[in-house]
T-cell receptor, first 113, second 114 residues
Framework: ETGVTQSPTHLIKTRGQQVTLRCSSQ?????VSWYQQALGQGPQFIFQ???????GRGNFPPRFSGLQFPNYSSELNVNALELDDSALYLC????????????FGSGTRLTVV | GDSVTQMEGPVTLSEEAFLTINCTYT??????LFWYVQYPGEGLQLLLK?????DKGSNKGFEATYRKETTSFHLEKGSVQVSDSAVYFC?????????????FGTGTSLTVIP
């Protein structure tokens, strides 16, 4: 079975721009969550999607939004980028919202200049 | 609010030494607790988990027991190897009215020297 794949691996954007990050879930997984990991910090929970609906959200502003598609792949969109948005963005998938079964991708490194 | 606090690193140990990485949590209700490991250049991997009080999670020689009375989930290994060098994250998940919530600690870097 394939794992979780994220694209792109690296990205540089300018402050004020918008960005879309993509994630393909592991085969058989219908739940996806996104995290922001600043350098030297632990991952911060952004939100979770289960069967195309948001199922939990962390303390992030509305300019962080997401989508989950019928094939359970997912997007994270960030509008009006700020310098502090520079981080590693991680996607994780699991089956049926099972928090203990999460498989993580290797992440997208976003740099905002 | 809900949170996880883990021992700050970095931690440097000699091979075959005993490892403890402390983790305490704050959460109402019945959180599930996890340890994740991140090897250099790789993504996060689930190391072990415990879903209720007094459960012991174990994997690859690592153990952690869910202690509700002390709100702790300390990670231990009796004899570390060089290959255990990595960053270890304690985490919890809890179901709230707004859905699932996840919290990670800041991570503890472990270096094992031969």
């Amino acid at each position: 079975e394939t794992g979780v794949t994220q694209s792109p691996t690296h990205l540089i954007k300018t402050r004020g721009q918008q960005v879309t990050l993509r994630c393909s879930s592991q085969s058989g997984h219908n739940t996806v969550s996104w995290y922001q990991q600043a350098l030297g910090q632990g991952p911060q929970f952004i939100f979770q999607y289960y069967r195309e609906e948001e199922n939990g959200r962390g303390n992030f502003p509305p300019r962080f939004s997401g989508l989950q598609f019928p094939n359970y792949s997912s997007e994270l969109n960030v509008n009006a980028l700020e310098l502090d948005d520079s981080a590693l963005y991680l996607c994780a998938s699991s089956r049926d919202r099972a928090s203990y079964g999460y498989t993580f991708g290797s992440g997208t490194r976003l740099t905002v200049v | 609010g809900d949170s996880v606090t883990q021992m700050e690193g970095p931690v440097t140990l000699s091979e075959e030494a005993f490892l403890t990485i402390n983790c305490t949590y704050t959460a109402t209700g019945y959180p599930s607790l996890f340890w994740y490991v991140q090897y250099p250049g790789e993504g996060l991997q689930l190391l072990l988990k415990a879903t209720k009080a007094d459960d012991k999670g174990s994997n690859k020689g690592f153990e952690a027991t869910y202690r509700k009375e002390t709100t702790s989930f300390h990670l231990e290994k009796g004899s570390v190897q060089v290959s255990d060098s990595a960053v270890y994250f304690c985490a919890l998940s809890v179901l709230r009215n707004t859905g699932n919530q996840f919290y990670f600690g800041t991570g503890t870097s472990l270096t094992v020297i031969p």
